[in-house]
């Protein structure tokens, strides 16, 4: 920390807090207000940070979590009590799993009102205070603040969790009557510089003796997308294999001759097809868990020799494959591949051309069919909104997810997005709100029905202009859930929606949209949603019987004793 910054004696705590997060560069406070935090929500709206009020805290904290990516800023989310707070929870998570650097304001009830029945009460007696109120698995950082002397040791615990590169959530709730107590302390200069581990020479020499004794491959993930640059130097220079994870895609170029396809849900046959004919000795692991969603614990994927796995959290080195040999490095993997460039020798072992598998795309021509075939959806989003444009692509969970992960294809880092930490349905149709906002542009979600209906921020992009556009999947049922019962040979369950006109929804909130019910209509819909400088909403009628590309994920079910049932359900029929 640096000299402290010195605060007026009558600021508030509220007005204290607020300065804090400009000065821990915070742009974006996204959130529902309530009575409890009037004070607060109040010094948030006179300040420099842009307030922008949601619909549900829940669509707030997804927000946060893309705006934040978006950004690499902290963004804060601002809730008031009781169901306030634990609306937004599940965004919290997904902040978590993410890597975002999210701040949850809260209201809690004063001292005085507690165990009263206070309205919306909230305390650690009548709120899950072990993992709501303190740090833990939801928190890295959690606290109450009981009185202003509180605030300098907590700007100073926030400000150091702000130095984490891999993400940081923390959770400082207020009770209402300490937001307008006044401060008379300092609070400390942040010192938000980044700590990045350095891997010794010794590591790197290990690392290349290690990769020098046959064939290695390259599995990128998510927490490489800084090192872009590198790992293409490294896997020319190599002449490595490249696979990625489903948030890997981009971070090396997937037109690219080394690249070998898509690990995990909604992956490529043709990594399993490497993995099988040209096995490697070792796979370098660049910045991925190597999760259920990138990997489904495959033992196809396990190299001969072993992993080199390198993260900056040494916390998830080698837990997905617990009993294969790992040489475990944490560092920051751009500073890890520099390295890596630095010492390696000219002439590599791996350094000849070889011909890898690679993924497959077949053109398929429209049809004069009266619903739309999802693989010509994915192919005309290719050519109009992924080449012609710099927009951010997010897939929601679902098939939206494998559909858009297996057949699109991304040249550069950071222009594709899904979650795969807590893949919850909801975090694209209100995340794409805050990824346009905080890059100031275009933010495209590929949404199911079943996510429009459960939780959108249509309403949030209208009232701040944000450009937002929703692709809609309209199949008029949970249809990832419809395939994999189907798949699974499970009978009775009934995965329908009643049939959604997302465009007369959208229309009626101030958005505007077309809405697609012929293949030879796509483009235009598409080119139409691009050139608007308002919120749009593409709803496309799609054919629900096309199989999507999630065959691992019900293998993995099957894996854990999902099996048939002779016993059948059925549900109530819709009410014409």
Request: charged letters at 15%; glycine letters at 8%; one cysteine or more.
């Amino acid at each position: 920390m640096n000299a402290d910054i010195q605060l007026s004696p009558s600021l508030s705590v509220a007005e204290a807090i607020v300065k804090m997060l400009e000065d821990f560069g915070v742009k974006y406070a996204f959130g529902v207000s309530g009575g409890a935090m009037a004070k607060l929500w109040g010094s948030l709206s006179n300040s420099q940070i842009q307030v922008l009020h949601f619909r549900h805290e829940a669509g707030a904290a997804f927000a946060a979590v893309e705006a934040s990516l978006a950004s690499d800023r902290p963004v804060v989310v601002f809730s008031t009590t009781g169901p306030g707070i634990t609306n937004a929870l599940t965004g919290i998570m997904a902040a978590r799993g993410e890597g975002a650097k999210v701040i949850l304001l809260s209201a809690s009830s004063s001292a005085s009102q507690r165990g009263r029945c206070a309205i919306q009460e909230t305390n650690e007696q009548t709120i899950l205070s072990g993992g709501i109120l303190k740090s833990g698995a939801l928190f890295h950082y959690a606290t109450t603040l009981e009185c202003a002397e509180q605030l300098p040791q907590t700007a100073r615990s926030i400000a150091l969790g702000l130095t984490k590169p891999n993400g940081f959530v923390a959770h400082l709730s207020i009770p209402t009557d300490i937001q307008s107590s006044l401060v008379n302390q300092s609070l400390p200069q942040p010192d938000l510089s980044l700590w990045l581990p350095i891997p010794s020479k010794e590591t790197i020499t290990k690392c290349i003796d290690l990769l020098s004794e046959g064939n290695f491959a390259i599995w990128v993930g998510f927490g490489a997308r800084s090192a872009a640059k590198e790992i293409r130097q490294l896997a020319e220079k190599t002449g490595a294999a490249v696979i990625c994870s489903p948030r890997g895609k981009g971070i090396f170029p997937e037109e690219h001759p080394q690249f070998v396809g898509v690990t995990g849900l909604g992956g490529h046959g043709s990594v399993f097809t490497y993995m099988q004919n040209q096995s490697p000795s070792h796979i370098l692991v660049l910045g991925t868990r190597l999760g259920e969603a990138t990997s489904f614990w495959s033992s196809q994927m396990i190299p001969q020799a072993g992993f080199i796995h390198v993260d900056i959290d040494p916390d998830v080195i080698g837990i997905a494959y617990p009993s294969v040999p790992t040489f475990s490095v944490v560092s920051d993997v751009r500073t890890f591949v520099q390295s890596m460039l630095q010492y390696l020798p000219e002439k590599s072992q791996q350094s000849k051309k070889t011909v890898f598998p690679y993924p497959e795309h077949q053109i398929i021509q429209p049809s004069i069919s009266e619903l739309v075939r999802p693989e010509i959806l994915m192919q005309e989003i290719q050519q109009v909104l992924i080449e012609n444009s710099d927009a951010i692509i997010m897939a929601e969970s679902g098939n939206s997810f494998t559909w858009a992960t297996h057949l699109l294809r991304f040249t550069q880092p950071n222009r594709y997005r899904v979650s795969t930490g807590v893949g919850a349905m909801g975090h694209a149709v209100t995340g794409v709100v805050g990824a346009a906002k905080a890059r100031n542009g275009k933010a495209i979600a590929i949404v199911g029905d079943g996510a429009m209906l459960m939780n959108n921020e249509i309403s949030t992009a209208v009232k701040y202009k944000i450009p937002a556009v929703w692709i809609v999947l309209n199949d008029a049922r949970y249809n990832m859930c419809a395939q994999g019962m189907a798949m699974l040979k499970l009978e009775g369950a009934d995965a329908t929606i009643p049939q959604t006109d997302f465009v007369m929804i959208a229309r009626g909130i101030g958005a505007d949209g077309i809405r697609v019910e012929k293949e030879s209509d796509i483009r235009m819909a598409l080119e139409k949603a691009l050139a608007t400088s308002i919120p749009f909403v593409v709803d496309v009628t799609i054919d629900p019987t096309r199989q999507a590309p999630s065959r691992g994920r019900n293998q993995g079910l099957l894996a854990q004793g999902v099996v048939n049932s002779p016993n059948k359900h059925f549900s109530f029929p819709l009410i014409q």
